[in-house]
């Protein structure tokens, strides 16, 4: 009798611990999946991409160099200060000042009065401010072109999905600012040669020679920002920047009331 009973009791404990155990597993895999869902959780909350916040500032930097070289080129296309009259006589008492722009010419006198006359005929005006006019023209409209399409593939925008076709925007972005800086190159760097030779030219009148003006010193800081905040943005996202291998995170899988794994995980 005593054989028999340890025999049942030995029995029952076998088959009761089957489902003690199954119940132990599932308990197991839905602690399991909380904890990787968790952890899934505070990484991407509390762990951000170093490479995608290094880009995104460089890429802010980049659009703000940008910006400003742009409005730069504007106000340096607008102001008349492009050759300013030299004063190289004996006589200090000097009753006007002459500046030449690319739209009119001013006459700035002792006390202080201008007066600015717009040019009658683009024809009539030497072969270096007829390409000013058009190329710096050409570099601003540029500039605002480029800006429409680094807005549009920038990280702080949803125009774009795709991280790839974003990275292409923003570089054909930087490449266009780039264009519009060498486009406001060509224009000062001829002007302002052509006043050098001029005024060391002796056959020259000392009345006719001129000065550079503060026109074309700020078309130069416009061109160098241009230049600096185009190769930002297109450095912004390479994969130096932002990692070979930037951080993904798969969707974590949610198990059922009856224990096992959705199926749509499994398509």
Not at 109 to 122: E, F
Not at 199 to 209: I, R, T
Not at 233 to 247: D, E, T
Request: aromatic share 6%.
């Amino acid at each position: 009798m005593e054989s028999r009973s340890s025999t049942s009791s030995s029995s029952v404990g076998v088959i009761n611990e089957k489902p003690l155990r199954a119940a132990d597993t599932l308990c197991d895999q839905r602690q399991f999946c909380a904890g990787q869902t968790q952890k899934t959780l505070h990484l991407s909350r509390q762990e951000p991409h170093t490479g995608a916040m290094l880009a995104a500032c460089l890429e802010f930097l980049g659009l703000a160099l940008c910006v400003t070289g742009s409005l730069l080129v504007m106000v340096a296309c607008g102001l008349p200060m492009w050759k300013v009259t030299a004063f190289i006589d004996s006589n200090i008492v000097v009753a006007q000042t002459i500046w030449d722009g690319l739209w009119m010419s001013c006459v700035v006198q002792s006390t202080g009065q201008m007066q600015c006359k717009v040019h009658d005929s683009v024809l009539a005006l030497t072969q270096d401010l007829q390409t000013a006019r058009a190329l710096t023209v050409v570099s601003a409209v540029l500039g605002v072109v480029a800006l429409t399409v680094t807005v549009a593939g920038a990280q702080c925008t949803n125009c774009l999905k795709d991280e790839i076709t974003k990275a292409r925007v923003v570089r054909a972005g930087g490449v266009i600012y780039i264009a519009s800086g060498l486009f406001v190159l060509v224009p000062l760097c001829w002007m302002a040669n052509n006043i050098i030779v001029d005024f060391h030219d002796p056959q020259v009148p000392p009345s006719k020679k001129r000065e550079i003006g503060a026109a074309i010193y700020i078309g130069w800081a416009a061109m160098a920002l241009l230049l600096i905040g185009g190769t930002l943005l297109c450095c912004s996202f390479s994969r130096g920047v932002r990692g070979a291998y930037p951080i993904k995170y798969a969707p974590t899988k949610t198990i059922t009331t009856s224990g096992e794994f959705d199926k749509k995980f499994y398509v």
